[in-house]
């Protein structure tokens, strides 16, 4: 919401009402004279910024009462505007924002129309924020409020859907200066205000070409780290498309030689992974193993296995090519750390305790080896006890069929 400003000197009858330093100080009196207006705004101020907004409400409205200039009376109002909406009533906040906009000081009549439409727009009612942004439009009080008006009237043809209208005021609104001059403060927060949004709206839509138009016409007003953001994440869907046509010919693009549609997999399961959809992630390493020939599978996996130990295969690779394909990793090792620890306390336990008894300590054992029972890769650990035990004695299968059950 926009916030009232003025001189920090002080002005008044050479007996000023008390400073704000407590709101019982200053009762509320009778209707103040034009020359005291000016200073219950400078005091109403003060008590704002200190957290008074009752006592703050109070005096505004004395100002506002006074027989002062356009100015003094604008101020006092939209100040009591912004006062309103801190306090919670947002009738009582528009109500002084539209006096103030009628109170015929050019300074203040923008601001006040700025502060009503937002809060217009944020209670859903767009038609009537629609119409000030209008009317703000059409003060003609410079570049910034003329941007700002455009972006309003822009957020309003979206909600109700008229792309050609958006479109136009979109276009309005991050309209650079005119001349050689640069933006000033309140045109520059703007402009970089509608292209985060526009650049956030078109990333949506799926429209990462006009999303990156939108965030760089932004960025040469101003640098903004979110507005960055945006644009890394529009250059990210660019290149998620490039990725997609090289991964899948049969969308339109040219069939690769191995190592590059192995290479195309990786980065682009790797960047789905990173935008969150790790469904899709494994959708592409799936396809890239099984989907486009014994070269593209094996230079695939070798990409999907990067970091795994060397040498031969364990019975875990398996387990640990479904974590990275499906962007799972962190989650194996917890359940991996989980499952070791109450292995670990299980057998331990019995030992720090000095136990003896053989049915105890079997028990514990049993336990220990019963704990990834329950776990995706647990008949995986307990098969490759079986194989390890075959290839031992000779090829002989010495445990029983049902094992582990049988424990």
Do not use: K
Request: aromatic share 2%.
């Amino acid at each position: 919401m926009t916030t009232t400003s003025g001189p920090s000197a002080r002005s008044g009858p050479a007996d000023p009402p008390p400073r704000a330093t407590d709101p019982r100080d200053a009762p509320a009196g009778p209707t103040p004279s034009a020359e005291e207006a000016s200073g219950l705004c400078d005091q109403a101020r003060d008590l704002v910024a200190n957290g008074h907004l009752d006592r703050a409400a109070d005096l505004y409205r004395r100002a506002a009462a006074a027989d002062a200039p356009a100015a003094v009376r604008a101020r006092a109002l939209l100040g009591l505007a912004v006062t309103e909406d801190g306090r919670g009533d947002t009738g009582a906040a528009r109500d002084a924002a539209r006096r103030a906009m009628e109170a015929g000081d050019p300074r203040r009549t923008p601001r006040a129309a700025h502060h009503l439409a937002l809060s217009l727009e944020q209670g859903g009612e767009g038609a009537e924020a629609e119409r000030i942004w209008r009317r703000l439009l059409d003060l003609g009080a410079g570049p910034g409020h003329t941007a700002l008006a455009h972006h309003g009237l822009a957020r309003a043809a979206e909600e109700r859907g008229d792309a050609t209208a958006a479109e136009a005021h979109w276009e309005a609104a991050l309209s650079p200066p005119v001349g050689s001059a640069p933006a000033d403060r309140l045109h520059a927060e703007t402009l970089v205000e509608a292209a985060r949004d526009l650049t956030g709206r078109l990333l949506r839509r799926g429209s990462p070409g006009a999303a990156l138009s939108a965030a760089d016409r932004g960025l040469s007003v101003a640098d903004d780290p979110e507005l960055r953001l945006l644009r890394a994440a529009a250059h990210l869907e660019h290149a998620m498309a490039d990725l997609g046509a090289v991964v899948d010919p049969d969308a339109g693009g040219v069939e690769a030689e191995p190592v590059t549609a192995g290479a195309a997999v990786e980065l682009l399961a790797g960047l789905l992974a990173l935008r969150g959809d790790t469904d899709g992630s494994a959708r592409v390493w799936r396809a890239g193993l099984e989907g486009h020939g014994e070269e593209t599978a094996e230079e695939a996996r070798a990409r999907l296995r990067r970091g795994f130990a060397t040498g031969e295969d364990s019975w875990w690779d398996a387990y640990l090519e479904e974590a990275v394909a499906t962007a799972s990793a962190p989650a194996l090792a917890a359940e991996l750390f989980a499952a070791l620890t109450r292995m670990h306390a299980l057998v331990s336990l019995p030992a720090l305790e000095g136990e003896s008894r053989p049915a105890v300590l079997r028990e514990a054992l049993v336990q220990a080896v019963r704990t990834p029972d329950e776990l995706v890769w647990g008949p995986g650990l307990h098969a490759d006890l079986r194989r390890r035990l075959a290839e031992a004695t000779g090829g002989d299968d010495v445990l029983a069929e049902d094992w582990p059950d049988r424990l």
